[in-house]
């Protein structure tokens, strides 16, 4: 298809570069340098969407961010599918693909068109009033159909394969906004030697100078300026300038958001490289130039496909070289639509009238206007729109002297036009400035809220703080620029002046709707296009007594969409305001949120994908028990091995012969995801005290013990094996997932509590390798190849530990055990983890040495009764609920959690307690997690008396085993309870925790 | 009241809809009332409805600093669920539940609730044994809960990958069927609008700054910003400012206040449909009606009053969303907010006398307390009517904390070993 509404030349446009592209199925051409919308717009289409409630026909409104409704799919492939984007952003690539959403079966003829049928019936909030009977009608019947309804692109199906980048960075200087305005900070901030980043969405810098066509700054045409003003940015080493980079949240501190998008604009990007990338900027001084945007105006049928704003027409006239229609209606209040008609009639566009809502409009534009033959109607208003998916007419009244507008429906005079533009005057874009909680004032004559008191280290600049004018924004921008250098420590330049011609200060505007002498509570006016609100849907909640603005907004869903009111805010508040008959500013505006405009959650996830988004830890052993076959499961961060099979074997028959081994001869296992933590200095024992409820002072050197720690309330919330390596220094060791949390909670003590005592903490939980060596041969296997230590059985009893050597690798030597038999641990440097664990293999050869998993460890501690944190535990176990009294130091004054056990309730009978369970059937192995009760006959809710924390086949017993916790557990050993399972019942008896050797005799094999 | 039905809109509609009046009025607040509530989110306008409607009490007023459900009622993800694992826990959020099931027909409002089923994403063979224990206590309690298969979990919710290939596969799931969601909203003006019909007056943009009491330390009344107001009773439920307005009362309560964040997309077709939470990776998500994915985030790592989170903290939660939905990458972050939570030491909340006579509190929700709205205000109310605790929130007391009783949902959520 030929472009018919391009003009012959102008714009910024490369019309050496055609661009083919499909939108919706057809084929069209466009040109380097279009978005999809003035393509469209250059091929005459200009129904390119429908609206959310209604399914209205609707075409392109803005040129930019601000574009209620053109929103389009867009994908290269399934994966690469992105929703709702905006055809006033998107920018052309050749074979770009593109699609209308929310209509079916097609953009022309829209099934959904039938709501706007229904629309009497569906005001505002009318989902609240309706739908109630029957019941289960709403869920069941009415959602689904209500939500097939709404939303508006679909949702890729397939994983987005695309890379998302993420940086920081700092500056002195954070331009937000590349106009003049920006242009002109960042030069000023640059000739200062400040660290300067300037920012702006668009694919080119320049803002409103991209389609400034006749004005001069310093005696050069002003796009030759900004090419030269740009070129000099470009030079400073100092300066970044960041194209398609919107600054989309502004935090506390100066702390700014930039989402910058990187690929979306090539036909064909480098799939290596990222698609976006998200900045988070922590700036001494913030610019904001974020400039203005234009306001629709509201009368009725204003949102027909060929009704745009006029601003928006004018760039596409100028910057794309596009004539968004043949013959054009001017509806405004403000002087700037009157350049825009000047242009078009220029560009040999029919301008059939003017229609001014002022009165007496003057000034130059609307005399230059007048010159050029342009009819202009003062005091006039649009009362009606014609045309089913474009707009082919439009309806003009006076206006009386009472703002009244001539009434009935026949009123005025038509005028045929396929395109109308309309302007309510340009509201500041205070968006970020809001967002950093800066405070607003509503100017009476600007009609407008200001940045007033800033929350941050930030100043505005330009149309943004209602400086319109191109000469005031420059030497406004360019001041904000030198004194946030300034500010930020570098050099002031002295202020530049700006000589400017050709640029006609403009002036007007109005809020809210405009008159047009029709039933107001039958037009459809519409204020928020894209959710189809209208002005009497306003007026309609605050007759429903919603007075305050949020809840207008809540009610009506105006300024909830996905441009988030940027041309609707405005005029709901002013309709509101009228509504309640309270002044504008007092009524107020609603909260800004972030993201200025939406930005991807890929862009927010950043790398963190894949093995990415929580690094698995593995330990030194890990990549010898891949090769052993092992089977690993995840335990916090870590990826543990869980058991090796052997050929044939299932889990059960495998954890079967590794804890026969580990109770007949000796086994072997990683146990290097140990939490480690050095805690080193004179006070050491003293700070341990604190923390544990053990008492440390008298753990003689060369010894160590078991430790329990106590949250401030008085559960159990870690424990571990604390050796002692001299006066001075210990070696302590705690769950693997608690490894972080031990290490913070005895930080935030030492710094916050009790920064009296003299001690470090280190992390060694990734220096130290563990290899624990288990079974009654484990000290015939180790002996041989440990060096400075005497490991026998006097020498070295249970509960010791020594430095010395093993297979020739400094080491620290704990004889501890974790299943009840003879043990060792072998603590080396993770280097050398892998070297030692297979010296020991080799030299347990002999002895049918065994690699176990978490899976064995697990059958071996409960078949001894030893609690594992976290599952017999749950936050809720005191010490003596799991039978650890004894660990508690008697002669201690205190440590965390102790006054806690001194309460009442810690010490009633009642309270659950670890028991043992052991089903009728042997072969029976309770579901971990399962209740308890006394009778099973109770109908719901049953009184439950407790729960099942471990259960397995226990190979030594050759039965099943059980821990569990039960109300006032101890006292009812030898009791039979029940354990109820959907349609059947489990009896258990209770008995000591402890299966095997109750001694512990084997301990000290 | 006005009644709604689908014939009432019908016959406003016939005339232009210039009927309807509003639905709650605006009164300037009495001298004197029978009782105060402080907090017109939706645990008090509910509180002020049940006193009004089962316990007579109609003299009496809700306020707030700002306006109604402009607190957490109107920022939360409005996930609902009762399976919790605890008798008391269970009993408190199933009564609210049941409410719930019929909350749009007792007060003529239709508050969406939506029983879509919340899905609870195991990753761990720890997960597992957690949920288990939930699932099996749920069942002795008469709360639905039950557990699904992976291959089940997709077929219920059918954009969650479950291969092994993910980081945190999907290994299981905990699903009550009647969970799901409401638009809160609704559920703050339906209170308000039946509250108001029976002569409640609601009172907006009215901050308490001070609490009076007798000699005797009673409650008398309270000073607010549009003046002196005289009441025997005072009800707090302030939500993430409770401490303050406790400390009005010379009260010190054992909760600290945290900003919570939640963020929508851009609506799209649906896609979605039940709720999921993940709560070893953090991610909880559903789909509003209007398209948008919801999203809750966690709350910051530091105390604070100001309702704005750290950036990170919503990345680390969209980490988590594309981790387990990766075709959502592409979908892009309408808006994002924060609220002030409330949270105790135990994760469950106040329901209660005070020391202080004539004073009463509700509060301690934290993250959660949404889908108690309508069962919270029922015990609540009656709670102040009586004078005493309802058999269900007798466990909710403050003094559980000095005495040690907790209702420790978050230490049965447990930690991973
Ligand atoms: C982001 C987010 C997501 C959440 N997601 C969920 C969820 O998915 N499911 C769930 O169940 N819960 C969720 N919650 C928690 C839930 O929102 C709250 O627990 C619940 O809404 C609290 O209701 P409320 O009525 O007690 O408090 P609010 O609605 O906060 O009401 C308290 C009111 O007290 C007023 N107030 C405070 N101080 C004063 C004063 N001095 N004078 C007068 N008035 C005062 C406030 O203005 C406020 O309106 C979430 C919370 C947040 C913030």
Redo the contacts between chains.
């Keep these: 298809m030929s472009e018919a509404f391009r003009t012959r030349d102008g714009g910024r446009i490369d019309r050496t570069r055609p661009r083919s592209f499909r939108f919706d199925g057809v084929g069209y051409q466009g040109l380097a340098g279009d978005t999809l919308a003035s393509a469209l717009l250059a091929n005459g289409v200009h129904l390119v969407g429908r609206s959310?409630k209604y399914h209205r026909p609707r075409g392109v409104v803005a040129a930019g961010s601000d574009e209620p409704n053109a929103l389009v799919g867009v994908w290269r492939d399934e994966a690469?599918?992105?929703?709702?984007l905006r055809a006033t952003q998107v920018e052309l690539y050749e074979g770009l693909r593109a699609e209308s959403q929310n209509r079916s079966p097609s953009l022309r003829f829209d099934r959904g068109a039938m709501a706007g049928l229904l629309a009497?019936?569906l005001?505002a909030g009318?989902?609240?009033?309706?739908?109630?009977?029957p019941?289960r009608a709403?869920?069941r019947f009415w959602?689904?159909r209500?939500?097939?309804m709404?939303?508006?692109?679909?949702?890729?199906?397939?994983?987005?394969r695309?890379r998302?980048a993420q940086t920081y960075a700092h500056c002195d200087v954070l331009v937000v906004g590349g106009g003049p305005a920006g242009i002109a900070a960042a030069l000023a901030a640059a000739a200062g030697h400040a660290r300067v980043i300037l920012c702006d969405e668009q694919a080119e810098l320049g803002g409103s100078l991209l389609a400034e066509t006749e004005a001069t700054i310093d005696g050069m045409a002003a796009q030759a300026w900004l090419a030269e003003a740009l070129a000099r940015l470009a030079r400073e080493p100092r300066v970044r300038v960041l194209p398609r980079t919107t600054g989309f949240?502004y935090?506390?501190h100066n702390?700014v958001?930039l989402a910058e998008r990187l690929t979306d604009h090539l036909a064909e990007p480098d799939p290596q490289a990222p698609r976006e990338r998200?900045w988070?900027v922590r700036a001494r001084e913030v610019v904001l130039a974020t400039g203005a945007l234009e306001r629709p105006l509201v009368f009725p049928e204003n949102d027909r496909p060929g009704i745009m704003l006029a601003d928006a027409a004018r760039t596409y006239l100028r910057r794309y070289g596009v004539k968004p229609g043949s013959r054009a209606v001017v509806a405004t209040a403000h002087d700037g639509a009157y350049r825009a008609a000047l242009d078009l009639h220029r560009a040999g566009v029919a301008v059939a009238a003017v229609a001014d809502l002022r009165p007496d409009p003057e000034g130059p534009l609307v005399e230059a206007a007048r010159a050029a033959g342009i009819a202009i109607r003062p005091a006039t208003a649009i009362a009606g729109t014609k045309g089913r998916l474009r707009v082919r007419s439009a309806r003009l009244v006076r206006i009386g002297a009472e703002g009244e507008a001539g009434g009935g429906a026949s009123a005025g005079e038509t005028v045929g036009c396929d395109l109308l533009l309309m302007s309510g005057g340009f509201t500041p874009s205070v968006h970020l400035f809001s967002q950093s909680r800066g405070q607003l004032a509503f100017d009476p004559v600007s009609a407008a809220f200001l940045p007033a008191r800033p929350a941050e280290r930030c100043r505005s600049a330009g149309a943004c703080r209602g400086t319109f004018g191109l000469a005031a924004a420059l030497i406004e921008g360019y001041a904000a620029g030198e004194a946030a250098s300034a500010a930020a420590g570098r050099g002031g330049a002295p202020g530049l002046g700006f000589a400017v011609t050709g640029a006609i200060d403009t002036r007007g505007g109005t809020l809210g709707a405009t008159p047009h002498g029709r039933?107001a509570?039958?037009v459809k006016a519409f204020v928020d296009f894209q959710n189809d609100v209208t002005a009497?849907d306003v007026k309609?909640a605050v007759?429903?007594?919603?007075?305050?603005i949020?809840?207008i907004k809540?009610?009506t869903?105006t300024g909830?969409a996905?441009d988030?009111g940027k041309s609707s805010n405005m005029n709901a508040l002013a309709i509101a305001a009228v509504a309640l008959g309270r002044p504008l500013p007092e009524v107020g505006l609603t909260?800004f949120?972030?993201?200025y405009t939406?930005?991807?959650?890929?862009a927010?996830?950043?790398f963190?994908?894949?093995?990415l988004?929580?690094p698995?830890r593995r330990t030194p052993i890990d990549p010898w028990a891949e090769a052993a076959g092992a089977v690993f499961?995840?335990?916090?961060q870590w990826r543990r091995a869980r058991y090796f099979p052997r050929e044939g074997e299932d889990m059960h028959q495998a954890v079967g012969r590794e804890v026969r081994a580990v109770r007949q001869g000796v086994g072997i296992f990683d146990g290097s995801t140990l939490g480690k933590i050095e805690v080193v200095g004179p006070d050491a024992a003293e700070f341990l005290n604190r923390m544990y409820v053990n008492a440390w002072s008298k753990l003689a050197p060369g010894r160590c013990r078991y430790g329990v720690m106590l949250r401030e309330?008085?559960?159990v919330m870690d424990d571990g094996v604390v050796g002692r390596m001299a006066p001075d220094r210990f070696h302590v060791t705690t769950?693997?997932?608690?490894a972080a949390?031990v290490l913070a909670t005895m930080e935030d003590y030492l710094q916050t509590e009790w920064a009296d005592l003299d001690v470090w903490l280190t992390s060694t939980s990734e220096q130290w390798a563990v290899i624990a060596l288990q079974g009654p041969r484990a000290r015939e296997v180790l002996a041989p190849l440990v060096a400075g230590a005497d490991i026998g059985r006097e020498a070295f009893p249970h509960m010791s530990v020594r430095a010395c050597r093993v297979a020739g690798v400094e080491a620290r030597l704990f004889r501890v055990s974790f299943s009840g038999e003879l043990g060792f641990e072998v603590n080396v440097p993770a280097d050398y983890g892998r070297a030692v664990w297979e010296a020991i293999l080799r030299a347990g050869r002999g002895f049918g040495i065994t690699p176990y998993g978490t899976e064995t460890m697990h059958v071996l501690r409960a078949e001894k009764g030893y609690i594992?944190?976290?599952?017999e535990t749950?936050?809720?176990a005191t010490p003596d609920d799991v039978g650890l009294s004894g660990l508690i130091g008697r002669t201690k004054k205190d440590f965390v959690g102790a006054r806690?056990l001194r309460?009442?309730?810690?010490a009633a009978p009642d309270r659950k307690q670890l028991v043992g369970l052991l089903t009728e059937d042997p072969r029976e192995v309770l579901?971990?997690?399962?209740?308890i009760?006394a009778n099973p006959q109770t109908p719901?809710?049953?009184?439950?008396l407790g729960?099942v924390t471990s259960a397995y086949h226990s190979p030594t017993l050759e039965r099943s085993i059980a821990l569990a916790m039960v109300r006032g557990g101890r006292a009812r050993i030898g009791e039979v309870l029940f354990v109820?399972?959907?349609g059947r019942v489990v009896k258990v008896s209770l008995c000591d925790p402890v299966f095997f050797d109750r001694e512990g005799v084997r301990l000290d094999g | 009241m006005q009644r709604?039905?689908?014939l009432?809109?019908?016959r406003q509609?016939?005339?232009?809809?210039?009927g309807?009046?509003?639905?709650?009025?605006?009164p300037e607040p009495k001298a004197a009332y029978d009782a105060l509530i402080i907090g017109a989110g939706g645990h008090g306008l509910g509180t002020a409805y049940y006193l009004a409607r089962e316990h007579g009490m109609r003299n009496i007023a809700v306020l707030d600093r700002?306006?109604?459900?402009?607190g957490n009622t109107?920022r939360n993800t409005t996930i609902i669920r009762s399976n919790y694992l605890f008798?008391e826990s269970?009993?408190l959020y199933d009564h609210a539940v049941k409410l719930w099931?019929?909350l749009?027909?007792t007060l003529?409002?239709?508050v969406?609730?939506?029983?879509?089923g919340v899905l609870m994403l195991a990753?761990?063979?720890?997960d597992v044994?957690?949920?288990?224990?939930?699932?099996?206590?749920n069942?002795?309690?008469?709360v639905d809960n039950e557990w699904l298969s992976a291959e089940e979990a997709k077929a219920y919710c059918p954009p969650i990958e479950i291969g092994r290939h993910l980081?945190?596969p999907v290994i299981g799931a905990a699903l009550q069927r009647r969970g799901?969601t409401a638009?809160h909203?609704?559920v703050a003006?339906?209170f308000a609008r039946a509250a108001d019909a029976m002569g409640v007056d609601i009172i907006?943009n009215c901050a308490v700054t001070a609490i009076h009491r007798d000699a005797a330390g009673a409650v008398t009344g309270v000073e607010t910003t549009r003046g002196t107001i005289r009441a025997p009773k005072v009800g707090v439920v302030a939500a993430g400012h409770t401490s303050v307005v406790m400390a009005m009362a010379g009260l010190r309560m054992p909760l600290e206040s945290y900003p919570l964040q939640a963020l929508v997309?851009?609506?799209?077709?649906?896609?979605f449909p039940c709720v999921v939470m993940s709560n070893t990776?953090h991610a909880y998500i559903s789909?509003s009606?209007?398209?948008e994915l919801v999203i809750g985030a966690g709350t910051d790592a530091y105390t604070s009053y100001?309702q704005?989170g750290?950036?990170h903290i919503?990345?680390h939660t969209?980490?988590?969303?594309?981790?387990l939905f990766?075709?959502?990458?592409?979908?892009?972050?309408?808006?994002?907010?924060g609220g002030i939570v409330d949270v105790t030491?135990?994760r469950s909340p106040i329901i209660a006398k005070t020391s202080v006579p004539g004073l009463y509190v509700n509060s301690g929700w934290g993250t959660g307390g949404f889908k108690a709205t309508p069962g919270s205000a029922h015990v609540f109310a009656w709670t102040m009517a009586k004078d005493e605790p309802h058999r269900i929130n007798a466990p909710f007391t403050i003094e559980r904390f000095?005495?040690?009783?907790?209702i420790?949902e978050?230490?049965?959520a447990?930690?991973?070993?």
């Design positions: 959310f690469s599918y992105a929703p709702n009497p019936f005001p009318f989902y609240y009033k309706t739908f109630l009977w019941r709403w869920a959602e689904p209500i939500r097939a709404a939303g508006l692109g679909r949702a890729p199906t397939l994983p987005d695309d998302y949240g935090f506390a702390f958001g998200l988070q039933d509570a039958r009497k309609l007759r429903e007594g919603f007075r305050s949020e809840h809540r009610y869903t909830m996905t988030q909260t949120r972030m993201p939406p930005v991807s959650f890929g927010f996830a950043g963190a994908r894949g093995e988004f929580d698995l499961e995840e335990v916090g309330d008085g559960f769950t693997t997932g608690g949390r594992i944190v976290g599952q749950d936050g809720t806690s309460r009442a309730a810690m579901q971990e997690g399962a209740q009760v719901a809710p049953v009184p439950m729960h109820p399972m959907p | 709604f039905s689908a009432s809109l019908f509609g016939l005339s232009g809809h210039r309807w009046r509003a639905q709650w009025r605006s700002g306006w109604l459900g402009g109107g008798d269970a009993a099931e019929g749009s027909q003529n409002y239709n969406m609730f939506s029983p879509r990753h761990t063979v720890h044994q957690v949920f288990q224990r939930h699932i099996h206590a069942r002795l309690n008469g980081r945190y799901g638009r909203d609704a003006w339906g907006e997309s851009e609506p799209v077709k649906p896609v990776i789909q009606d209007k398209g100001s704005r750290g950036l919503s990345s969209l980490e988590a969303i594309c981790e990766p075709m959502f990458r592409r979908m892009r972050m309408l808006r994002n907010w030491p135990d000095r005495d040690g009783l907790l420790d978050a230490a049965a447990a930690v991973a070993h």
